[in-house]
């Protein structure tokens, strides 16, 4: 099983460099083997022991994101009648009850909680929102503990434990990988990229990488896209990555809008105003027109009063509350109203591209065979179209090169559909974009996918790589085909086409028009290679040109 590591030999582990009070352990642990790695944080590849974990958890606290004290609510809801503009209205509505005027005083101050109100309610419900980010964190995760596989909370992972990763599994914490199988990792959440990243479980000696940049590096608050791995806790809860942001935006501070700038100083001129306009005519009306001066004082209260614009603070709040709504229906969250304001100030953005300023979504448009191309309908992750040849409907099984290029293309691919359910109201992909839309047009086409995978199992993989700039599968035929059992489908670039297939016209074609292309190609592993290839925009729907822009077939 491993040696035992005692309370004080745990300790002497965790006061390493590597896990010191306020250094980083990233530096350390990539360069370093999985045995090394293992060895520095005081575990094995077995997992702790339960005692263990007990003791580390004592020490090291809880995998929670915790938060910074926030402000009651009470002293928020309260906040809402102290700024500038409402202070002069509960001021205008008390010199309305001195005026003698006091349904004016009430509706002054009626307008004044209205408003307040209405504002406290649509800046909670986004507060709400906002709190929605522990949730990014999964609930369980499974780990190697007393020799065994376990499923634990994932607030109950410590320094040391070998976690146990799968497709679709959900990281909690910092990992430094030990091993792994074709791990690929959506670390969207922390760069924004929605590519998946390949991951490894070799050492890494580059200099002047980022962090999350770390192939052997897994980060709490990501998911696994695709592959299997094991991987060992360095660090939990704010310690992690995931955390660092957490807290920058928990001790933000609250700055003023240019909107609420601009109404204080319109406030702090409307009350001089008033206050000079008053004091002009009260001095008029005692020392020119030789009223009483309790009159001639009513009669400047009511000066003062009228120049306060009861209106303008209800009338701002709710063009902001319908800009709020606006923006809320194309899934853009806005926690303060002011701050809707401020975007129409912003003169610059600085704004990653995918899944902002694009939809985050792959879809086919074009096929092409040597033979002719092909038009598909039906945009996003939804298998909802058709294929059309010269406006006609076609299906896979009408056109044996179609069947191979669309069989082809989606099993040499690790994505995979997933369809609506509670979570989530429409498909998502788990996995890569790029390919998932392989899978999709494959489904338009009338093919089922999951049958195709049982007829043809992969039996190896040969992963893209920097090196050969391809992906690989090879299957296991139900027959024999061209005196082989088994074939190969690659899908590569049409630049690092050529010694995989002959230059068909559809392959000139695709090199004269210069398009940045993925290649599907079929051939048996005997050595004869085939014909048969595809083309595809790598961008459509998330493309920087219109679909419409898209070459076609030559005629």
Same mark, same amino acid.
């Given at each position: 099983m491993g040696r035992t590591i005692t309370p004080s030999s745990d300790q002497r582990t965790f006061d390493g460099p590597a896990l010191a009070a306020g250094t980083e352990p990233t530096p350390a642990l990539r360069e370093l083997d999985a045995e090394a790695a293992l060895r520095l944080l005081g575990t094995r590849r077995e997992g702790l022991t339960a005692a263990e974990a007990t003791i580390r958890q004592a020490r090291y606290g809880k995998n929670t994101i915790t938060s910074e004290p926030k402000v009651p609510v009470v002293l928020v809801f309260l906040?809402?009648?102290?700024?500038?503009?409402?202070?002069?209205?509960?001021? =205008?509505?008390?010199?309305?009850?001195?005026?003698?005027?006091?349904?004016?005083?009430?509706?002054?101050?009626?307008?004044?909680?209205?408003?307040?109100?209405?504002?406290?309610?649509?800046?909670?419900? +986004?507060?709400?929102?906002?709190?929605?980010?522990?949730?990014?964190?999964a609930s369980h995760a499974r780990v190697s503990r007393d020799g065994t596989e376990q499923q634990v909370l994932s607030e109950d992972l410590v320094p040391g434990d070998v976690i146990i990763l799968g497709e679709g599994d959900r990281i909690s914490a910092d990992a430094r990988i030990l091993e792994c199988s074709d791990l690929q990792a959506d670390q969207s959440t922390l760069s924004g990229e929605s590519s998946p990243l390949r991951?490894?479980?070799?050492?890494?000696?580059?200099?002047?990488? +980022?962090?999350?940049?770390?192939?052997?590096?897994?980060?709490? =608050?990501?998911?696994?896209?695709?592959?299997?791995?094991?991987?060992?806790?360095?660090?939990?809860?704010?310690?992690?990555?995931?955390?660092? &942001? +957490?807290?920058?935006?928990?001790?933000?501070?609250?700055?003023?809008?240019?909107?609420?700038?601009?109404?204080?100083?319109?406030?702090?001129?409307?009350?001089?105003?008033?206050?000079?306009?008053?004091?002009?005519?009260?001095?008029?009306?005692?020392?020119?027109?030789?009223?009483?001066?309790?009159?001639?004082?009513?009669?400047?209260?009511?000066?003062?009063?009228?120049?306060?614009?009861?209106?303008?603070?209800?009338?701002?709040?709710?063009?902001?509350?319908?800009?709020?709504?606006?923006?809320?229906?194309?899934?853009?969250?806005?926690?303060?109203?002011?701050?809707?304001?401020?975007?129409?100030?912003?003169?610059?953005?600085?704004?990653?591209?995918?899944?902002?300023?694009?939809?985050?979504?792959?879809?086919?448009?074009?096929?092409?065979?040597?033979?002719?191309?092909?038009?598909?309908?039906?945009?996003?992750?939804?298998?909802? =179209?058709?294929?059309?040849?010269?406006?006609?409907?076609?299906?896979?099984?009408?056109?044996?090169?179609?069947?191979?290029?669309?069989?082809?293309?989606?099993?040499?691919?690790?994505?995979?559909?997933?369809?609506?359910?509670?979570?989530?109201?429409?498909?998502?992909?788990?996995?890569?974009?790029?390919?998932?839309?392989?899978?999709?047009?494959?489904?338009?086409? =009338? &093919?089922?996918?999951?049958?195709?995978?049982?007829?043809?199992?992969?039996?190896r993989e040969l992963p893209f790589d920097s090196r050969r700039k391809r992906m690989t599968t090879i299957h296991q035929l139900a027959s024999p085909e061209d005196g082989s059992s088994r074939i190969a489908y690659v899908k590569v670039l049409p630049t690092r086409f050529w010694g995989c297939a002959p230059r068909s016209s559809a392959i000139t074609f695709a090199r004269r028009s210069g398009l940045g292309t993925a290649v599907t190609s079929w051939r048996p592993t005997t050595g004869s290679r085939g014909t048969d290839c595809g083309f595809w925009p790598s961008r459509t729907a998330s493309s920087d040109r219109p679909a419409t822009d898209h070459p076609r077939w030559p005629t």
């Open positions: 906040s809402e009648f102290t700024s500038l503009m409402a202070w002069l209205l509960w001021f =205008g509505g008390l010199v309305a009850f001195f005026a003698g005027e006091p349904e004016l005083g009430v509706a002054i101050w009626t307008v004044n909680v209205i408003n307040g109100i209405f504002s406290f309610w649509q800046e909670y419900r +986004a507060e709400r929102a906002t709190a929605e980010l522990k949730k990014m964190l991951k490894t479980h070799d050492p890494i000696q580059t200099e002047n990488l +980022a962090t999350t940049d770390t192939p052997n590096l897994l980060f709490a =608050g990501t998911s696994v896209s695709s592959g299997t791995g094991r991987a060992v806790v360095m660090t939990i809860g704010m310690q992690t990555v995931f955390g660092g &942001i +957490a807290h920058l935006t928990q001790s933000m501070k609250d700055e003023p809008s240019p909107l609420q700038r601009e109404l204080d100083r319109l406030t702090k001129q409307l009350s001089v105003i008033a206050l000079v306009t008053g004091a002009v005519f009260f001095l008029a009306g005692v020392f020119v027109v030789n009223e009483p001066w309790p009159k001639a004082f009513i009669f400047a209260l009511g000066m003062i009063v009228a120049f306060i614009p009861e209106g303008l603070l209800p009338t701002v709040t709710l063009s902001l509350a319908m800009a709020v709504q606006r923006m809320s229906k194309q899934h853009a969250l806005v926690k303060k109203l002011s701050a809707v304001e401020t975007l129409g100030c912003t003169t610059v953005i600085c704004s990653d591209k995918t899944g902002t300023l694009t939809q985050n979504e792959m879809t086919v448009c074009n096929l092409w065979l040597p033979t002719g191309g092909f038009e598909v309908t039906g945009r996003g992750y939804a298998p909802l =179209g058709s294929v059309l040849c010269d406006g006609r409907t076609v299906v896979a099984a009408e056109d044996p090169g179609l069947l191979r290029l669309l069989s082809g293309a989606a099993l040499c691919s690790d994505a995979r559909l997933v369809p609506p359910s509670a979570e989530a109201d429409r498909y998502t992909v788990l996995g890569d974009p790029t390919e998932a839309c392989l899978s999709v047009v494959a489904a338009k086409a =009338g &093919i089922d996918v999951t049958a195709l995978q049982r007829e043809q199992p992969r039996i």
